[in-house]
């Protein structure tokens, strides 16, 4: 069975929640339509129109990309120009496109954590808050013998994370009354006659984000036909996530070393560099696309070194007389997505048991050239 369009969106977004992104980017749906049956996904960087016909040759029914094919509003798509023949070659070929940006960016197990993981940094944080999860506080009253079960449900549905710890609860033991209608159904007691039953008063926090999830999976686990529960707003700082990640090594290395790991780790034949090749650093800054703004965010940090691309000629300037080292190997080594959401998606798609093909872009979109 092939997925559906909407299938594979929401299991993007399962990856790279569309909250996660930076205010006013252009994410989801592009171009195209998701209502249609998916037989093959193309992941790319970017959708170029070598992308789309590598998309048209290999049947894809859906490119999946980092880069936004529309970027800025749109008043008209005259198919005259370079950009409006790629829509009408898009749409034409019925090939629907999503895009998942700064989301994917963001999200743990995105594409700043691959990068982190590439370099093998350790004890990683964010170099810039965007998004602090809001907590709610589920509070259910269970019988004594489907406590565990409940509070399995709910913990699998992803309540219960305080920080780096899981499964987070309070229980306390107690007698819970009720009294059944005529017309009712009750799991104990019997109708018209007032019950008294040993209940566990259960207490758990619950991201907003699958709030929705966490009751549905508690309502489906608990065996009273009529639940009793309550879901209030907490002021307790949930889970911050950001763009960018600092790290540090195993060990301090030379920054010629770093640079060499980097273009090795990322696959590209070049890094620009700046600041003492003989430097030892340890304390990296990693962000994925362009990150000239960030030089003063990994300062903040502490990093000896940002890793990052499309660095300017000023901010090289400013970086050097702040002291902290920057290696650049350019905005496309972002295209480690490619094989990691392919693989993921797959991972996920084959679990549901739906046989949608997912590859990887082979198309280099690399804009530059060195001679």
């Known amino acids: 069975m092939f997925a559906h369009g909407q299938t594979v969106a929401q299991l993007m977004e399962t990856l790279a929640p569309k909250h996660y992104a930076v205010e006013g980017d252009k994410i989801g749906l592009q171009v195209g339509t998701l209502q249609k049956e998916i037989r093959k996904v193309l992941v790319a960087l970017d959708v170029t129109d070598a992308v789309a016909d590598e998309a048209i040759e290999a049947g894809a029914d859906l490119i999946i990309a980092h880069h936004a094919v529309i970027y800025r509003p749109l008043a008209k798509i005259d198919t005259a120009t370079p950009a409006g023949r790629l829509y009408e070659k898009l749409i034409k070929n019925d090939i629907a496109v999503y895009i998942a940006h700064t989301n994917l960016d963001v999200a743990e197990g995105g594409i700043n954590d691959w990068m982190a993981e590439l370099l093998g940094l350790d004890g990683r944080d964010a170099l810039e808050e965007i998004h602090t999860d809001k907590l709610y506080k589920l509070v259910v009253f269970v019988p004594e013998e489907h406590h565990e079960k409940v509070l399995e449900a709910v913990w699998n549905a992803g309540a219960g994370v305080i920080g780096r710890y899981s499964k987070c609860s309070f229980n306390m033991e107690g007698i ?93 034949p070049y890094a620009r560099v700046v600041g003492d090749p003989d430097k030892p650093v340890r304390k990296v800054a990693v962000l994925g696309g362009s990150g000239s703004r960030y030089v003063r965010h990994a300062l903040f940090a502490g990093a000896d070194v940002l890793v990052t691309g499309d660095i300017d000629y000023h901010t090289a300037h400013d970086a050097l007389a702040a002291g902290i080292a920057l290696i650049d190997p350019g905005h496309n080594v972002e295209k480690i997505m490619k094989a990691k959401v392919a693989e993921w998606l797959t991972g996920a798609l084959t679990e549901r048991k739906y046989v949608t093909d997912v590859v990887a872009s082979a198309v280099d979109t690399e804009p530059f050239r060195f001679v």
């Open 176 to 268: 819970g009354t009720f009294l059944p209608g005529d017309d009712t159904d009750p799991f104990a007691g019997e109708p018209g006659k007032l019950e008294r039953a040993k209940e566990v008063r259960v207490e758990t926090v619950v991201p907003e984000q699958v709030r929705r999830k966490a009751v549905q999976a508690m309502l489906k686990a608990h065996p009273y036909e009529e639940v009793a529960y309550d879901l209030y707003p907490m002021d307790l700082k949930g889970r911050s996530f950001g763009l960018g990640r600092v790290g540090k090594l195993p060990a301090a290395v030379p920054l010629s070393k770093l640079a060499d790991d980097v273009k090795r780790a990322f696959g590209v």
